[in-house]
């Protein structure tokens, strides 16, 4: 009932070379959003930094320098996914998917490493505004601060709602990044236009929220990314697995679920109590229709279904 043990092209009533195709078209998908990521991050971080650099205007520099990152993280992101359509080969016979969690980890380390450069940069724009120094904007500083927040706003609502709809963990990492950038964005429009306003300590007060803004933003990514590369799993959904399985006729109950993240797709062991009399005919079609409705409910790339007789359910002395 695995993927790789059929010799044809269907599984569980699926056609395999359809399904992969349809992932690998949502993962060209994301690449495609990513590049455009790439290419607005690009045109925002140079304006800033020539603008911010002509008219010495650091909080601007440091906005650019931010995006500068974004700059990285989304050329990490397009590489990450274009590894994972790549085929299976005899080093990964599952196939390359978990290469996007890898891309997503990457991304959410540069974001915590920002993170902490943008809290110091804010203690040291607090402590210029005791000793008087003063923030020296212009027309053009303001201007580009603002087209800045609001572009990687419009862009990171797009790609949280693509990543979602996609189910791409990478693309919602991206999206969670460029939200980050937007508050940077703004708060560097906030620090700006405070300084016309002749509030100066705007500068350092909202770059800190800033930053722990997108300290947060990359613990979350962190805690998503681990737990899959490390094979971890939510109780709660293995829950739901087993509900479902449970209500497949001829399963009298469900010895074990062992579900594993590859990249955003989930592949899984199953192991179920038939009665002790069932063929073996019997028990492989039982065992396709439990593959059947967890691929048909949950969208799973694989399940590997075991049958065990109902007599071993309550023994002790039985390991498997």
């Known amino acids: 009932m695995?993927?790789?043990?059929?010799?044809?092209?269907?599984?569980?009533?699926?056609?395999?070379?359809?399904?992969?195709?349809?992932?690998?078209?949502?993962?060209?998908?994301?690449?495609?959003?990513?590049?455009?990521?790439?290419?607005?991050?690009?045109?925002?971080?140079?304006?800033?930094?020539?603008?911010?650099y002509w008219n010495h205007i650091t909080v601007l520099i440091a906005d650019g320098l931010n995006n500068l990152t974004g700059v990285c993280g989304a050329a990490i992101i397009i590489t990450g996914l274009k590894i994972s359509r790549r085929p299976p080969d005899s080093n990964h016979v599952m196939g390359h998917w978990q290469y996007e969690n890898i891309a997503a980890f990457l991304s959410a380390t540069i974001m915590f490493a920002i993170s902490i450069q943008i809290l110091v940069d804010g203690v040291f724009s607090v402590r210029r505004f005791f000793q008087g120094v003063a923030v020296q904007p212009n027309f053009w500083s303001l201007g580009v601060s603002l087209v800045s927040a609001a572009t990687i706003s419009i862009l990171a609502k797009y790609n949280?709602?693509?990543?979602?709809?996609?189910?791409?963990?990478?693309?919602?990492?991206?999206?969670?990044?460029?939200?980050?950038?937007?508050?940077?964005?703004?708060?560097?429009?906030?620090?700006?236009?405070?300084?016309?306003?002749?509030?100066?300590?705007?500068?350092?007060?909202?770059?800190?929220?800033?930053?722990?803004?997108?300290?947060?933003?990359?613990?979350?990514?962190?805690?998503?990314?681990?737990?899959?590369?490390?094979?971890?799993?939510?109780?709660?959904?293995?829950?739901?697995?087993?509900?479902?399985?449970?209500?497949?006729?001829?399963?009298?109950?469900?010895?074990?679920?062992?579900?594993?993240?590859?990249?955003?797709q989930i592949v899984m062991k199953v192991g179920v109590y038939l009665a002790d009399d069932t063929r073996l005919t019997r028990a492989y079609s039982i065992g396709e229709k439990v593959e059947h409705a967890l691929m048909k409910k949950y969208d799973i790339l694989d399940a590997d279904v075991m049958a065990y007789p109902v007599s071993l359910k309550n023994d002790p002395n039985h390991v498997d």
């Open 160 to 264: 949280a709602v693509k990543g979602n709809q996609l189910n791409n963990q990478a693309l919602i990492a991206s999206g969670q990044d460029l939200k980050s950038d937007a508050w940077t964005s703004f708060g560097t429009f906030l620090s700006i236009g405070g300084a016309y306003l002749g509030a100066q300590w705007l500068d350092g007060v909202a770059t800190i929220i800033v930053g722990f803004l997108i300290l947060h933003a990359s613990i979350l990514i962190f805690r998503t990314t681990i737990m899959r590369l490390t094979e971890g799993f939510s109780p709660k959904a293995i829950d739901k697995y087993s509900k479902t399985i449970n209500e497949i006729p001829g399963v009298l109950g469900v010895q074990g679920i062992e579900p594993r993240w590859l990249g955003d």
């Open 2 to 52: 695995s993927i790789l043990a059929n010799i044809n092209q269907y599984d569980a009533g699926r056609n395999i070379i359809i399904d992969r195709q349809h992932r690998l078209n949502k993962l060209q998908e994301a690449q495609k959003i990513t590049y455009a990521n790439l290419s607005a991050y690009a045109v925002i971080m140079t304006a800033e930094l020539v603008i911010g």
